[in-house]
């Protein structure tokens, strides 16, 4: 799908484009939702840029992904998608900044492209450039960072009081370390996206400083730039303390899940060395011999009851004394 972004006084508003028509001459963002070839080749007939395919998107070299060709600014990112699914998803988005346009191609609808066209669509200070509209976009995808990382923070606080927490007797034996261990792989999905993200938008804001003409980037848009640069380093920082506390709490779980399999293999020790002496009087006086103590007595079968019984009740009391229950 082909979208054309033409600024107004009210804000940015998008014009649908029927298949090859002429691109609005006042457009300054053109937008390729999962274009046809037909669509690409209709771009760049009449803008005079060159859209790169998948397959060239997909690529991780740094001059397959940031380069400039007749002064138009290539740039390729990779921005993690569907966070609110079960597990994120990461794609390619490519930005190409030239004069009087942005193309962005991209083959994903992610949520900070969604929030970024309603908030220009009542601000006319967010689309008066495609340089400008450029930084907007980036500032909503570093935002959505932000908005996920915090969420995995909140998370991660959530399973570590769940795991820490002391048992309680009406909830003895509810804890579900399972589920525990599947928040904490979603978790450590979503910041690897997360941080697969930032790296990508920190190389591709240092190219854009570094490589833009000084009369395409103003003053205050290179330091709004500076500033996004900033807050991606920071949030990549923060991603890996993140990343550190999610191992923590893995091992810490891992570890409950010994603790309670180790508590599980002592009860049945115990009931074995309790009930180990019983069998042993019980297999003594089952034996098919002619003379046996206490076998014709008539109290015989009550004192072997009476000694099975204590020879199960002294092993408790022991392990009970020492602790081990």
Not at 71 to 85: E, K, N, P, Q, S
Not at 171 to 199: P, Y
Not at 215 to 230: F, H, I, K, V
Not at 260 to 274: E, G, H, M, P, W
Request: net charge negative.
């Amino acid at each position: 799908m082909l979208s054309a972004f033409v600024p107004h006084a009210q804000g940015l508003v998008r014009v649908e484009q029927p298949p090859l028509a002429p691109i609005p001459a006042d457009a300054v963002w053109i937008d390729l939702l999962e274009p046809t070839p037909e669509e690409e080749k209709h771009v760049e007939r009449s803008l005079g840029v060159a859209i790169p395919t998948p397959e060239e998107m997909r690529e991780i070299e740094a001059s397959s992904r940031l380069y400039e060709e007749d002064g138009v600014l290539y740039m390729t990112a990779t921005i993690a998608t569907r966070f609110d699914a079960d597990l994120p998803e990461s794609a390619q988005v490519t930005f190409i900044l030239a004069d009087s346009r942005l193309v962005t191609n991209r083959y994903v609808d992610p949520l900070p492209f969604r929030r970024f066209i309603a908030h220009a669509q009542a601000r006319p200070a967010a689309c008066s450039s495609p340089a400008v509209v450029l930084a907007g976009l980036l500032e909503a995808i570093v935002n959505r960072m932000a908005d996920v990382l915090e969420r995995v923070a909140g998370e991660l606080d959530s399973v570590t009081a769940l795991v820490f927490s002391p048992p309680r007797p009406e909830r003895a034996g509810q804890r579900d370390f399972r589920g525990v261990l599947q928040r904490v792989g979603q978790n450590g999905e979503v910041i690897s996206k997360a941080r697969e993200s930032l790296v990508s938008l920190g190389r591709l804001l240092v190219f854009l400083q570094q490589h833009a003409p000084n009369g395409r980037l103003t003053d205050e848009l290179r330091a709004r730039l500076r500033t996004l640069s900033r807050d991606v380093i920071a949030m990549s920082d923060y991603a890996s303390f993140l990343n550190d506390k999610l191992q923590f709490v893995l091992d810490a779980t891992l570890g409950m899940i010994n603790i309670d399999q180790n508590d599980i293999l002592k009860i049945f020790s115990v009931v074995t060395v309790v009930l180990l002496p019983p069998s042993v009087i019980g297999a003594f006086y089952g034996m098919n011999f002619q003379h046996m103590p206490w076998q014709h007595a008539p109290w015989g079968h009550w004192a072997a009851l009476a000694l099975m019984v204590a020879s199960a009740i002294i092993p408790y009391l022991l392990v009970k004394r020492r602790g081990w229950l």
